[in-house]
């Protein structure tokens, strides 16, 4: 369970992280730290969606896996926003939404699983937009450049990153209304 290869790649996301930041205190142009970022942070989320199809794949599916994949997640895209607020990428307003998001969600889930009523807020379509969205605005920001001479990567990183506020904030709201039910029904 701790060492199938789908649980090896969710704990060298992990690992990955202080490689990721620490990027930023090495010697070399901004250039190189943002494409060197850039492209361990890529490499790093795809092993989000090659755990989970090898998982299944290779039947090594676990409750722990389940468990780790997204705190791996939550502390990648946290992680990295830390990093583009120091270098002024992106706004603390966003930060803190996106994080308070993820926290106030990791609890509510762990409180629903405590009452027996988690499936209220099992993974929905706008969570995985909302991670979708994330996932493709943090390289852009850590980037901050253009793109194959065309695409600027600071631009449509903001303008995906607004996205992404939106949709944790709609998220979490409806993630909140389906647990509401349940927690009056186990409150009373």
Same mark, same amino acid.
């Given at each position: 369970?701790?060492?199938?290869? &789908?649980? $090896?790649?969710?704990?060298?996301? *992990? #690992?990955?992280? &202080?490689? *990721?930041?620490?990027?930023?205190?090495? &010697?070399?142009? @901004?250039?190189?730290?943002?494409?060197?970022?850039?492209?361990?942070? #890529?490499?790093? !989320?795809?092993?989000?969606?090659?755990?989970?199809? /090898?998982?299944?794949?290779?039947?090594? @599916?676990?409750?722990?896996?389940?468990?780790?994949?997204? %705190?791996?997640?939550?502390?990648?895209?946290?992680?990295?926003? /830390?990093?583009?607020? +120091?270098?002024?990428? %992106?706004?603390? /307003?966003?930060?803190?939404?996106? *994080?308070?998001?993820?926290?106030?969600?990791? !609890?509510?889930?762990?409180?629903?699983?405590?009452?027996?009523?988690?499936?209220?807020? !099992? #993974?929905? =379509? $706008?969570?995985?937009?909302?991670?979708?969205? +994330?996932?493709?605005?943090? &390289?852009?920001?850590?980037?901050?450049?253009?793109?194959?001479? $065309?695409?600027?990567?600071?631009?449509?990183? @903001?303008?995906? *990153?607004?996205?992404?506020? %939106? /949709?944790?904030?709609?998220? =979490?709201?409806?993630? $909140? +209304?389906? !647990?509401?039910?349940?927690?009056?029904?186990?409150?009373?």
């Amino acid at each position: 369970m701790f060492t199938t290869l &789908p649980t $090896l790649l969710t704990w060298a996301r *992990i #690992v990955a992280i &202080p490689l *990721i930041v620490g990027i930023y205190y090495l &010697p070399w142009s @901004t250039a190189h730290r943002n494409e060197a970022a850039t492209l361990l942070f #890529v490499l790093v !989320a795809l092993t989000d969606w090659l755990d989970g199809y /090898l998982a299944r794949k290779l039947n090594q @599916t676990s409750a722990f896996g389940a468990f780790l994949d997204p %705190v791996a997640d939550k502390l990648l895209v946290c992680a990295a926003l /830390l990093v583009l607020l +120091q270098l002024d990428r %992106v706004n603390a /307003l966003v930060g803190l939404v996106i *994080i308070g998001r993820e926290i106030t969600i990791s !609890a509510l889930r762990e409180w629903m699983a405590q009452i027996g009523a988690s499936r209220s807020v !099992a #993974v929905h =379509m $706008l969570g995985k937009l909302k991670t979708a969205a +994330q996932m493709i605005a943090i &390289p852009f920001l850590l980037f901050d450049g253009r793109l194959f001479g $065309l695409i600027d990567t600071r631009f449509w990183g @903001t303008v995906l *990153i607004l996205v992404a506020t %939106v /949709l944790t904030i709609w998220s =979490m709201v409806y993630y $909140l +209304q389906k !647990a509401v039910p349940e927690i009056r029904a186990k409150v009373r």
